[in-house]
């Protein structure tokens, strides 16, 4: 079974430059989530959706950020413009359910960004 | 919102030998389950094992245990016969809907 699948693997930009990360979930994964993790902390939740609606996107700066998941399957997160502490790698995960606290996600291998 | 506590930045181990990363989460849920995860340098996060928190047993992967305390919200995780692969970043997360990660334990196997 193919797992998530990132691109790029790696971004450097110019600070107030934009970006965008694309994501694939697993097959019949119908939620998918965005996470920030900045180098020696956790990842931190930015967006949820389930299918193609947003469940939570209560930590997502959305000056800066915003998420697309058309047609219920894969993702772009963008940023416009870029920070300087915005840079950190973005994971993206998905699962089969999300209404449910048993809720293995599967990781995908991470874009990491540097904002020069 | 929840909050994962871990307070061991690093760890340092011989290959064979035993450690032990420990984790205390925060909540006044009831139903949740706890997770460890596994994060090697190639950035690719792997879940280890996963404790529901209605279980009194806990919970055993091969040479992965963790020890469960829900009156005290403790969650360490063991790890036995230490091997070179086990080098790596582990998180403890706590999931009542959303996951939330701890700060993370970086786990050095020495050879």
């Known amino acids: 079974e193919a797992g998530v699948a990132q691109s790029p693997r790696y971004k450097i930009i110019e600070k107030r430059q934009s970006v965008a990360f694309w994501c694939n979930p697993i097959?019949?994964?119908?939620?998918l989530y965005w996470y920030q993790q900045i180098l020696g902390q956790g990842p931190k939740l930015l967006i949820q959706f389930q299918n193609n609606g947003v469940v939570d996107d209560s930590q997502l700066p959305k000056d800066r950020f915003s998420a697309e998941r058309l047609k219920g399957v894969d993702s772009t997160l963008k940023i416009q413009p870029a920070k300087l502490e915005d840079s950190a790698v973005y994971l993206c995960?998905?699962?089969?359910?999300?209404?449910?606290?048993?809720?293995?996600?599967?990781f995908g291998p991470g874009t990491r960004l540097t904002v020069l | 919102a929840q909050t994962v506590t871990q307070s061991q930045p690093e760890m340092s181990v011989q290959e064979a030998e035993t450690v032990t990363l420990s984790c205390t989460y925060d909540?006044?849920?009831?139903?949740?389950?706890l997770f460890w995860y596994k994060q090697p340098p190639s950035r690719q996060m792997i879940l280890v094992i996963r404790?529901?928190?209605?279980?009194?047993q806990n919970a055993t992967e091969n040479r992965f245990s963790v020890n469960f305390q829900k009156a005290a919200k403790s969650f360490s995780l063991k790890i036995s016969d230490s091997q070179l692969g086990d080098t790596a970043m582990y998180f403890c997360?706590?999931?009542?809907?959303?996951?939330?990660f701890g700060a993370g334990t970086t786990v050095t196997v020495r050879a």
């Open positions: 909540t006044s849920e009831s139903n949740y389950y």
């Open positions: 997360a706590f999931n009542d809907y959303k996951l939330s």
């Open positions: 097959s019949g994964h119908a939620t």
């Open positions: 404790q529901e928190a209605y279980k009194q």
């Open positions: 995960a998905s699962s089969l359910v999300s209404l449910s606290s048993y809720n293995e996600q599967f």
